[in-house]
């Protein structure tokens, strides 16, 4: 069961950064590539040079008059470049805060991964210290159990069981099938907590993070209509 807290641990850092470092600037490629087919489409359909209407209402979106569209170009190109470094701050901001809400699961992976190591090794010192129960090699075929206390110094036997071997057969079969059931139950349960964990990341990582990254400033936007539309409006 402690395992399933070391797993997701690993599986959200991966996630982390597959989104940011793959998915994010692909989501940019793609809103850029779809920005260029929506103004080839707008252009492909109207004659945007005699369109006076058209032109008032692309200078008014770009913030511009007719009369300063193509006297513009460097002050356009500032302003893209100052709506990709917001942009890119905004999403470092945001993968930070990621990282940050990661480092936090990662040091209750670690307490949980101590805890878990202490418990082991009281275990292994409630069983050192323990009684242990041996098989004496002469009894083997008998099936005579000699049950010893650890440490004794003359190692006698506090007691002896003597078992038959119907009796010790059939115990056995009472335990395996009581194993295998244990098994079971404990496997759905482990499936079952390993997957409610991993829905409950992903609804927290789209919500609080996936859903506030920006592939497109308005910005760059803005600058890819006037570059494409340039040529255009004269």
Not at 124 to 146: F, H, M, P, R, S
Not at 192 to 219: A, D, E, V, W
């Amino acid at each position: 069961m402690f395992s399933i807290i070391y797993h997701l641990t690993g599986i959200s850092i991966l996630e982390i950064c597959f989104f940011f470092y793959y998915v994010g600037p692909m989501e940019t490629e793609m809103f850029t590539h779809t920005v260029d087919l929506l103004i080839q489409d707008l252009d492909s359909q109207t004659d945007i040079s005699s369109n006076q209407e058209l032109k008032q209402n692309i200078s008014t979106l770009l913030g511009l008059s007719l009369n300063e569209i193509n006297n513009n170009t460097d002050n356009m190109t500032d302003m893209y470049y100052d709506g990709k470094n917001q942009r890119d701050e905004k999403n470092n901001a945001l993968f930070i805060k990621a990282i940050n809400y990661w480092g936090i699961l990662c040091i209750i992976s670690i307490i949980v991964g101590v805890m878990h190591y202490r418990y082991i090794q009281h275990r292994k010192l409630l069983k050192y210290n323990g009684v242990v129960t041996v098989t004496a090699n002469e009894c083997i075929e008998t099936g005579d159990i000699q049950s010893y206390r650890k440490g004794s110094i003359d190692a006698q036997p506090d007691e002896l069981l003597i078992y038959s071997p119907t009796l010790i057969n059939s115990n056995s079969n009472t335990n395996t099938n009581s194993n295998k059931k244990d098994g079971v139950i404990k496997m759905i349960v482990h499936y079952t907590m390993f997957g409610g964990l991993i829905i409950t990341f992903q609804y927290l990582f789209f919500r609080y993070i996936i859903y506030y990254y920006n592939p497109l400033s308005l910005n760059e936007t803005k600058y890819l209509i006037y570059q494409k539309l340039l040529t255009d409006i004269s």
